[in-house]
């Protein structure tokens, strides 16, 4: 058996698989009998370093089991990648994707770990053309990378910003057009403590209100969820984590936030259900 833990303080998420997905998803390990709701998405959905993420939150409020499908680090490429997974959601009354960040895919410009898609596997002969100055063999992360990029050239960096914006649309897209059913989109805006920050902008990373209109129309509803001040500043209170694994934490949604998540999405599913 496979555990995420990662010393005293840190939670075991039973990492189970569904079918012959090669996907590790939060556990415990459910049943895939009607009536259920499939819940999609990344770190935030899987709940990383929380005992009670939204979806086991919403589960409570609807008295319907809610399969958390979520992956850590997963950007659309794991989803697309994975055959199974609309086979997996068929049976669901309701898909609530959760829409993740451009960073994490596979573009013209450099390649992503195909499950890890945080992971940054190499440069492009494009990107190498246009920052001819990066010795790209630095960078194992895509954040760490786009930081590089965006100090050393802030136009440049903008080309592959427009170049991620364009990637996520169509494969978001491929994605929603693969789902079979009613679906939701959940619009998890930045969580984050106002305090700290990020230089790269709010999550979900580079996703605008137009990109989003785009893709829209393939779903039934979408639900913004903007957390409260007081959810953002709580930082890491109620999070589970090892003494080393503070800094990760720090960058994730509290319990505030997944509480939030949960109170908006009750109403709109239960009307859907």
């Known amino acids: 058996m496979a555990f995420e833990y990662a010393g005293d303080g840190a939670l075991d998420y039973f990492p189970c698989r569904y079918g012959r997905s090669k996907l590790l998803f939060r556990g415990p390990r459910r049943q895939l009998v009607p009536p259920f709701v499939s819940a999609l998405g990344g770190s935030e959905t899987y709940g990383k370093f929380v005992e009670e993420p939204w979806p086991a939150l919403l589960e409570e409020r609807l008295g319907i089991p809610v399969v958390n499908f979520g992956y850590l680090n997963a950007g659309v490429d794991v989803f697309l990648g994975e055959p199974q997974l609309a086979e997996l959601t068929r049976l669901s009354r309701l898909r609530i994707v959760q829409l993740t960040g ?7 410009f450099y390649a992503v770990h ?8 190499r440069a492009s002969g494009l990107m190498r053309s246009v920052f001819s100055e990066i010795d790209f063999t630095e960078f194992n992360f895509t954040r760490h990378m786009l930081s590089v990029l965006m100090a050393q050239g802030p136009e ?6 427009t170049e991620l914006r364009q990637t996520w649309v169509a494969r978001m897209t491929a994605l929603l057009e693969r789902l079979e059913g009613a679906k939701l989109l959940l619009w998890l805006t930045d969580w984050r403590d106002p305090l700290q920050g990020d230089p790269l902008g709010p999550e979900p990373l580079f996703v605008t209100q137009e990109m989003v209109d785009r893709i829209a129309p393939l779903a039934q509803v979408l639900v913004r969820v903007q957390p409260s001040s007081m959810a953002r500043s709580a930082g890491t209170a109620g999070m ?15 319990p505030l936030v997944h509480r939030e998540v949960a109170e908006a999405l009750a109403p709109v599913v239960g009307r859907m259900l």
């Open 156 to 161: 440049r960096y903008e080309l592959l910003v």
């Open 240 to 254: 589970h984590f090892a003494p080393l694994e503070e800094p990760a934490a720090a960058t994730m949604p509290g």
């Open 114 to 121: 195909p499950r890890r898609n945080d992971r940054f596997l």
């Open 102 to 108: 451009a960073q994490n895919l596979t573009n013209r």
